[in-house]
């Protein structure tokens, strides 16, 4: 797993970030600016997912959702074509994360859902 979290990293695609608030504030921004260059999606591995993928919700380009479990990334790539997935690597099994990293990584980039803008401010 570390060899494919240090591959995920060296390309651009993962961020681990750790519980300190600047921390947060730091993980949110390098996907903010991650994501606005590229149409692929991004990982953080955090103690504090759900704090990271709502500051970086405060950017329209990202789409970003807390996951546990390979059940909710399949769920949230579905509805939300989440670009950003959050997720405490602490909290899973060696195989858990292994699934979790290669269902984040493998099919087609993230595309905006069809009547996102609708979905997203009730329009």
Do not use: M, Y
């Not at 591959?7 to 961020?15: D, F, I, P, Y």
């Not at 950017?59 to 579905?78: F, G, H």
């Not at 405490?88 to 996102?116: H, I, K, M, Y």
């Amino acid at each position: 797993i570390e060899s494919a979290v240090s591959n995920l990293e060296a390309s651009g695609t993962l961020c681990r970030a750790e519980s300190r608030i600047q921390c947060v504030v730091d993980a949110a921004a390098w996907a903010v600016k991650t994501l606005g260059k590229s149409d692929t999606g991004a990982i953080i591995l955090c103690d504090e997912p759900e704090l990271i993928a709502c500051r970086a919700n405060r950017c329209p380009d990202v789409r970003a959702a807390a996951i546990q479990t390979a059940a909710d990334l399949e769920r949230v790539q579905r509805r939300l074509a989440a670009n950003l997935v959050c997720f405490d690597a602490g909290q899973c099994s060696f195989f858990e994360l292994r699934n979790l990293l290669r269902s984040a990584v493998s099919g087609p980039a993230p595309t905006v859902p069809e009547g996102w803008q609708e979905l997203a401010f009730g329009h």
